[in-house]
């Protein structure tokens, strides 16, 4: 998988959903469990792909993001 960063998504949003939820606070509880259940619906429907496109019959990695961390140390 080239270009978009489905496993980094996958892995922030429902991070930064979560904060998100804890953000509104006690005073917003429905908007709470209404953007909890958005990022969770949008957690599911962007691990779709990845799940549908999975080959159980190997052992190598299938998904892999390759990114420069500290580009001066290459």
């Known amino acids: 998988m080239q270009g978009f960063g489905v496993l980094s998504a996958l892995i922030w949003l429902p991070i930064f959903g979560g904060l998100a ?3 509104l606070g006690e005073r917003r509880v429905t908007a ?3 953007l909890a259940l958005a990022v ?3 957690t599911l429907l962007l ?4 799940a549908l ?5 190997t052992a190598e990695f299938q998904f892999v993001e390759k990114l ?3 580009p001066a140390f290459n």
């Not at 496109?53 to 019959?57: E, M, N, P, S, T």
């Open 32 to 34: 709470a469990r209404w």
């Open 47 to 50: 691990s779709l792909p990845v």
């Open 21 to 23: 939820v804890l953000a």
């Open 68 to 70: 420069a961390w500290i």
């Open 53 to 57: 496109v999975f080959d159980g019959a």
């Open 40 to 42: 969770s619906v949008a």
